[in-house]
C-alpha cells in the first residue's frame, strides 16, 4: 500500500526522530536512513517509507533491540 504524501511526510518524520534516539544524534541518523541496506532489498530507509510501511519500523526496532543488548 502506497503512502499518501501528507502520510509520508508524518512518517518520514516519525522515523527520524525515532533513528535520531536510536542511534544517539542526528547525523548518525541521517547515515542509516541514507544508506541503502540488505534487509530492506538494498534500498535505504527511507526509499521504501513509501512502499513498504512497517518495514521500516520494524527494521529500526530490530536495530534498537541489537544495540540495546
Not at 511526510?9 to 533513528?19: C, D, F, K, N
Not at 536510536?22 to 536512513?33: D, E, I, M, N, Q
Request: aromatic share 2%; proline share 6%.
Amino acid at each position: 500500500m502506497r503512502v499518501s504524501d501528507k502520510g509520508l511526510a508524518v512518517l518520514r518524520s516519525r522515523i527520524t526522530q525515532r533513528a535520531t534516539e536510536t542511534f544517539g544524534s542526528p547525523v548518525k541518523a541521517s547515515r542509516w536512513l541514507h544508506r541503502p541496506t540488505r534487509p530492506l532489498g538494498t534500498a535505504s530507509p527511507l526509499e521504501m517509507l513509501a512502499t513498504r510501511e512497517g518495514a521500516v519500523e520494524a527494521l529500526l526496532a530490530r536495530v534498537d533491540h541489537s544495540l540495546a543488548s
